[in-house]
């Protein structure tokens, strides 16, 4: 087992900071990205009918949660703005830490589903991916 020293620490939950459009986004809940690159086959004969693979491309998603509070704070009015538009693209950055590391660029918000359950505040669950026009999405 790894010892550990004591500048060693682990990090709880997203303890980052969340822009859109440049913008504190203090309104929204549950922020998660996925990061991940999809696989292509890449089996040849020497494989010998084990299959193998090779990274293909990069895939990168955001999701959140946007609960539905009035009056609105600045980010939830261009979040729901972009919702509503197709072609309005937002820029997103996400550091894992303040300060730290993580994502940054244009991305459209293709939406997602809004909960009135009895018990829950209404909500809106948003998916972002990355915009076809505009700034590509770097690990900043």
Same mark, same amino acid.
């Given at each position: 087992?790894?010892?550990?020293?004591? &500048?060693? @620490?682990m990090?709880?939950?997203f303890?980052?900071?969340? @822009?859109?459009?440049g =913008? *504190?986004?203090?309104?929204? $809940? &549950?922020?998660?990205?996925?990061?991940?690159?999809?696989?292509?086959?890449?089996?040849? $004969?020497?494989?010998?009918?084990? /299959?193998?693979?090779?990274?293909?491309? *990069?895939? +990168?998603?955001?999701?959140?949660? *946007?609960? &539905? +509070?009035?009056?609105r704070?600045?980010?939830? =009015? +261009?979040?729901?703005?972009?919702?509503?538009? $197709? $072609?309005?693209?937002?820029? +997103?950055?996400?550091?894992?830490? #303040?300060?730290?590391?993580?994502? #940054?660029?244009?991305?459209?918000?293709?939406?997602?589903? /809004?909960?009135?359950?009895?018990? &829950?505040?209404? #909500?809106?669950?948003?998916?972002?991916? !990355?915009?076809?026009?505009?700034? !590509?999405?770097?690990?900043?």
């Amino acid at each position: 087992m790894p010892t550990t020293t004591s &500048n060693d @620490y682990m990090v709880m939950g997203f303890e980052g900071q969340f @822009y859109v459009d440049g =913008v *504190l986004a203090e309104s929204i $809940r &549950n922020p998660k990205y996925s990061y991940q690159y999809s696989d292509v086959d890449a089996t040849l $004969r020497k494989h010998k009918g084990v /299959k193998a693979y090779a990274k293909g491309m *990069l895939d +990168i998603s955001v999701s959140f949660t *946007l609960p &539905n +509070i009035k009056p609105r704070q600045p980010d939830a =009015v +261009i979040i729901l703005a972009a919702l509503k538009d $197709r $072609r309005k693209t937002v820029k +997103i950055k996400m550091l894992d830490e #303040e300060g730290g590391e993580g994502i #940054e660029g244009d991305f459209i918000l293709l939406g997602g589903d /809004k909960s009135e359950e009895d018990e &829950n505040v209404q #909500e809106w669950e948003i998916e972002a991916k !990355p915009a076809a026009a505009g700034n !590509p999405v770097e690990w900043v």
